[in-house]
């Protein structure tokens, strides 16, 4: 049933040509019969060499990845075309015996002697290596290799008609009856149900001919199995690598070209995928081929024919056809019956979470045994008599019959041998000599632990079943080693079943009670806790569900617990796993029931323990009973707190623009201890950080999760429905440490407005000061510039032409000069302000964090995923977070959000904090009703205007195309930080009005000496430039909402971007306005065509059009816990603290509170408003208010 080649190591090249690593899944699902294979052929960990693309001469460096990661993406095939020789057979096994005698045979029967080189070299086969390579024999027909057999030995004086009579009649074909000679590749039968099952349809194409290929397929019994054979001595047939066998079969098959897999072990044959431009090629290691030969012209290279499924077919449907040991996996053959299901809308429960031994397996056959033979051996090698207190140690009962609770049940096999090791040390053995016997007599005596197991219930199999066709996700979660529990699995007939296996000796495995294994097992099957079931024997079982929040724990009775133990940690309790899917299904619920949740016929098997809930919106005196607890994110009841736990001043969560700034703030009085946590790493001085640093390569990071969370929008109405690309910072400095360094504040107007809408103390006038403060700008301090704050502002100065036939553009257009966008006035075109010095990025973590990293009163997580925020009733008292899938608490006395506008309102959210109906549908328990949280979503959203540029002065040149200027550039940079590397090449800007009657400019342009499309992601291919232009003052209104109480699924991020008639119109006024400003005798030395939208679009409908295909986010997501007054029922925050309405303890500080979106970029705003709340916080009084005038046009009758 398994194939003992079958590795699960994957090599798989990006469209980058970069190699992959493909790990293997934790996944058993699957049955097998049999474990005589498995203990024959059990092999070693297998480690397999890497290949970089330096050694197989392609393009980049050798990267890793998972199998997970490449399997989300899958498209899944239609058909797969295999080859036969080194594919799903072993080629040399076959050929090498064959060319032996084949050369013999030759040289017998020409008389020649010395050409048994000449003949190897034809066909390609190594004499030194004796072996096949890449050749005319592995990859031509028998009549090629004939016509160049036969040119060889009429060179070495023989006759042609000889010759051809000679090739007639020494030729034969390959011994397929031979066992010793034909060999297959892994488990083809197996592998071929697999496909069958899936609906994959299977065909062949060899260069063999007709006779030999039918014998060899009838040998294998693999006829059946396909639905198209072509030979090489087919009449209709061309040779590898013309593309129109593969067509042809597509034709007969019905199937497109473009669903269609080659597979095979020479580069013809990937030639012969590529040429019939076939869906994908996949080069497989078992045959002729090499690494070298097939990576330039396959997609995807696997070691042999059992690795290609994770390619082939979605992570669904591959899945289920592998068994995982501990160092490898096997291909299973699939269940004749589907046992698989949906969700029940009856049943609320997606996954069910088993202990093994003492749950489904009798713990008391195997280890009473093994700890009566450890014993005897130990005896009998040093005369120890240990048997009592080794009893009592391993956790047996008195008369060594019965496991109770012990290292030996709840721990794992290393900490059960540490446990004996110790007992013998105190005895008097030498630490080295316990190790050795401990270590020799275990070994010993697992011939009893991998003896049959003997199950619990009599239909364990149909238990399962039902619960997949319920659609319930099944995991085993254990501290036995791998290797043991999959053969327990694989007697019971349970690996079809099993979804995710954990066990102890797995590498991130965690012992119980620790939640982390229950966290690992939901996180990897797409499972929120508060859907999952915790069934075990023991108290370390139900306290893992428990740390994990389950929705139920159900505690056996068969096992090492107790009623008395369990009852205070179990949901239910339930005398052995006979009857569990009553429970875990809640059968009963269909069932009459006496008002406690039981049903008669649940009653006889199990008993429910009802916890009770204070109901938040019932006020305090009511409550309300359920049989189980839910899981939520935050729970309305008192958290302890023990008094020897470290407790800060400020818990800050996230170490964005905000976050930076504040704890900087905050920690300069070195009596307040200041705990900064950040999802993402560190920003600091590393080997990949000079992406951050250097200006110029700020789209690396852009478009790398490493250092972005990579949201996705919903998809989006008044965009045609597309998903929208969201890259958000999740590193020290958060966006900041993405972002494309441009510094502006937006008009002056702006926070009059936000004072306004309800934002009391934060008009112009007062945050002018604050913006200030954060600045040191290169040209000095003035009434709008700052000179000594630790946020260093650069003045464009770019020498290319383009950038000032940019500006001369504009002022003949009609538009004013200013000379400074962020001062007196906004309104015209400028050189632009950028967060660069000394040729660096100057994030917020540079500026503010950096600098005080070492302050003894602040301390810093990274990382970390703020799962909830801790209350003590309407306190908040603490963050609870996830830490390498470990669950940990952090304490404060005040705790503040920075994390930005998805983030915040997500942790919010999470904890209890927003819309109580849509709370309470996620079975969130509400701490406060704030209808506003994750509301009032805005965003800038920008189009591009491309124009294709006569003179070679673009930054074309820099691009990957010229790597000798790509080095210079960076060279220079890593040297000096100077030169094109040291600038974000926007450093020419415009800020406008679209129409009269508008009082300030509502459309922003950044200039590009270049052209880039999809966030950076596709460079041009000429020489050209753009503009980036924007509406600044959107009335579309968005919002952000939970998919689930799981914090590390991404959020529901929906803009609605385009949804209002004056988006639409102030966005076609836009490309409107663009065109005429390129059209301007500035860029007519320059001007080539336009590129984007291009000559074809025209019209007011083809300009929306363009608009709802081509805008994308300007990275401006704001207002989703928005400042206001008490009044307004859609406010968040206090203005005049930052603190959450009704809640204690609790702030918010970041770009999510401002109550309207500011007319440009968010960076130098978002300091701003920690600036000024970190004078808020600590009572400092606020800054005097600045006097500084402001530009109005002269009159709104025009647009300029």
Not at 178 to 197: A, S, V, Y
Not at 1108 to 1118: V, W
Request: a neutral charge.
């Amino acid at each position: 049933m398994f194939s003992l080649s079958s590795i699960f190591r994957l090599l798989s090249r990006s469209s980058q040509r970069y190699l992959h690593y493909r790990s293997a899944l934790p996944v058993v699902s699957a049955r097998s019969q049999s474990k005589t294979k498995y203990d024959k052929h059990h092999r070693s960990t297998i480690a397999r060499p890497i290949w970089s693309s330096a050694i197989v001469g392609s393009e980049g460096m050798g990267t890793f990845n998972n199998v997970k990661r490449r399997t989300d993406q899958t498209k899944k095939a239609s058909l797969v075309i295999f080859d036969k020789d080194g594919t799903l057979i072993d080629f040399q096994s076959l050929w090498t015996p064959w060319t032996k005698k084949l050369v013999a045979r030759i040289q017998e029967a020409t008389g020649l002697t010395g050409i048994e080189g000449k003949i190897c070299d034809i066909l390609g086969f190594c004499l030194k290596q004796q072996k096949v390579v890449p050749g005319m024999l592995a990859e031509a027909t028998t009549p090629q290799i004939k016509v160049e057999m036969t040119k060889m030995l009429v060179g070495e004086g023989l006759k042609e008609t000889n010759v051809k009579e000679i090739l007639d009649r020494v030729w034969t074909e390959g011994n397929v009856r031979n066992p010793d000679e034909l060999k297959k590749i892994g488990e083809l039968e197996t592998l071929f149900k697999i496909l069958k099952k899936n609906n994959v349809r299977i065909a062949l194409i060899t260069s063999d001919n007709r006779k030999g290929t039918d014998e060899l397929l009838d040998e294998l019994k693999l006829t059946e199995y396909f639905e198209y054979v072509i030979c090489g001595d087919d009449p209709d047939s061309e040779p590898k690598p013309s593309p129109y066998n593969a067509l042809k079969i597509c034709k007969k098959l019905g199937v497109d070209p473009a669903d269609t897999v080659m597979v095979g072990d020479t580069k013809t044959d990937m030639l012969l995928g590529k040429s019939a431009k076939l869906g994908w090629s996949v080069g497989v290691l078992s045959g002729v081929g090499q690494i070298g030969d097939l990576l330039p012209h396959a997609d995807h290279i696997v070691e042999d024919i059992e690795d290609i499924l994770p390619i082939i077919l979605p992570f669904d449907d591959w899945q289920s056809s592998y068994v995982y040991s501990s160092n490898d996996r096997f291909l299973v053959k699939p269940k004749d019956q589907d046992h698989t299901g949906v969700p029940s809308a009856k049943s609320p429960v997606n996954l069910a979470i088993f202990d093994l031994h003492g749950t489904l397996i009798c713990i008391h056959r195997k280890y009473p045994k093994f700890v009566e033979f450890f014993c005897s051996r130990l005896k009998r090698m040093t005369g120890m008599d240990m048997l009592a207190k080794l009893t009592k140690l391993l956790g047996l009962n008195e008369d060594s019959t019965r496991m109770m609770h012990g290292v030996l049940t709840e721990g794992t096999p290393s900490e059960a041998r540490g446990v004996v090791v110790e007992a013998l040390r105190r005895e008097g053995i030498a630490y080295q000599e316990a190790i050795m016997l401990v270590n020799k007599i275990w070994k010993e005596g697992e011939f009893i632990l991998k003896s049959e197991p003997t199950p619990l219930s009599s239909n364990l199999e149909e238990t399962f079943k039902e619960l997949k066709r319920n659609g319930v996700k099944i995991a085993i979660n254990t501290g036995e080693p791998r290797e043991f529990v999959v053969l327990d699995l694989m007697n019971l007939g349970l690996t079809n079943y099993i979804d995710m296996l954990v066990c102890g000796d797995d590498p991130i495995s965690q012992a119980k009670p620790s939640g982390h294994n229950t966290l690992l097992i939901c996180n990897e099957l797409s499972v929120n806790p508060s859907k999952t079931v915790v069934v075990g024997d023991s108290v370390g079982d139900l306290q893992m569900g428990g740390s994990a929040f389950v929705m139920k724990k159900i505690g056996v009775l068969s096992g090492v617990g107790n009623e008395e133990e369990l009852k205070p940690y179990a949901d239910c309790l339930v005398p052995s796993i006979e009857n569990i899917n009553d429970i875990i299904l809640e059968k009963g619920k269909s069932e009459a029931t006496d008002g406690s949740g039981v049903s008669d016929k649940g009653r006889e098997t199990f008993s429910c323990f009802q916890k009770s809930i204070l109901s938040p919106a019932s006020g305090s005196g009511s409550q309300m009973h359920q049989p189980c607890r839910s899981f939520s994110t935050s729970r309305p009841c008192s958290v302890h707190i023990a008094s020897d736990t470290e407790r800060y001043d400020f818990i800050i969560v996230g170490a964005g623009s905000a976050g930076c700034t504040l704890a900087n703030r905050l920690t300069a009085d070195r009596n307040r201890k200041v705990l900064l946590l950040e999802a993402g790493p560190r920003d600091l001085w590393h080997w990949d950080s000079w992406k951050i640093y250097m200006p110029a390569a700020l789209m690396y990071n852009l478009c790398d999760d490493k250092y972005n969370w990579y949201y996705h929008t919903e998809p989006e109405k008044g965009m045609n429905n597309r998903v929208m690309y969201w890259p958000r910072g999740r590193v020290w400095g958060g966006s900041s440490s993405l972002n494309a360094m441009v510094y502006v504040r937006g008009h002056a107007f702006d926070y009059d407005r936000w004072e306004k809408e309800g934002a009391t103390g934060w008009s112009y006038a007062d945050c002018l000061p604050y913006f200030r403060k954060a600045q040191t700008h290169v040209l000095g301090a003035n009434d709008y510039r700052g000179g000594d704050g630790p946020l260093h502002v650069f003045r464009g100065r770019s020498k290319n032409p383009l950038c000032q036939a940019f500006l001369d553009a504009g002022v003949q257009a009609g538009y004013p000069f200013s000379d400074d966008m962020n001062g007196y006035q906004q309104e015209g075109f400028g050189w632009m302000d950028m967060t660069i010095h000394n040729g660096k990025r100057c994030s917020a973590a540079a500026a503010y964090l950096h600098p005080i990293k070492s302050r003894p009163n602040l301390s810093t997580k990274t990382n970390i995923l703020a799962r909830r925020i801790l209350f003590e009733g309407k306190r908040a008292v603490g963050i609870e977070y996830l830490k390498d899938s470990g669950v940990q608490k952090v304490y404060g006395e005040e705790i503040i959000l920075s994390g930005g506008a998805v983030n915040s309102p997500q942790l919010l959210m999470l904890s209890g904090v927003g819309n109580a109906d849509e709370l309470c549908q996620l079975d969130i328990p509400v701490v406060q009703h704030l209808p506003g949280v994750g509301e009032n979503l805005q965003d800038h959203v920008e189009v591009l205007v491309q124009q294709e540029c006569k003179q070679p002065i673009t930054l074309y040149k820099a691009q990957w195309k010229y790597p000798h200027v790509m080095i210079r550039i960076g060279l220079e940079w890593f040297l000096r930080q100077t030169g094109d590397g040291a600038t974000n090449h926007f450093e020419t800007g415009a800020f406008i009005r679209s129409e009269p009657g508008i009082e300030h400019p509502n459309v922003q342009y950044h200039f590009l000496a270049s052209i880039i499309n999809d966030h950076g992601r596709v460079s041009g291919d000429r020489h050209a430039y753009q503009a980036h232009v924007q509406i600044l003052r959107p009335t579309s209104r968005g919002y952000i909402k939970l998919k689930s109480c799981d914090p590390r699924e991404h959020p529901r991020i929906v803009p609605n971007y385009l949804t209002t008639e004056q988006d639409i119109r102030e966005m076609r006024d836009c490309i409107k306005l663009t065109r005429e400003i390129f059209q301007q005798k500035a860029f007519d030395s320059y001007r080539g065509p336009e590129l984007t939208p291009g000559k074809d679009v025209q019209s007011d409908e083809e300009i929306d059009e363009y608009n709802r295909n081509m805008s994308e986010t300007a990275y401006h997501p704001s207002c989703t816990c928005k400042m206001g007054s008490e009044s307004d029922p859609m406010a968040v925050v206090d203005p005049t603290s930052s603190r959450v309405y009704g809640l204690e303890g609790l702030r918010v500080v970041d770009a999510s509170i401002m109550p309207s979106v500011v007319s440009g970029n968010l960076n130098a705003p978002t300091i701003m408003i920690a600036e000024k709340t970190a004078d808020i916080i600590i009572g400092n009084k606020p800054l005097p208010r600045a006097s500084a005038p402001v530009y109005k046009p002269k009159s709104l009758d025009s647009q300029r």
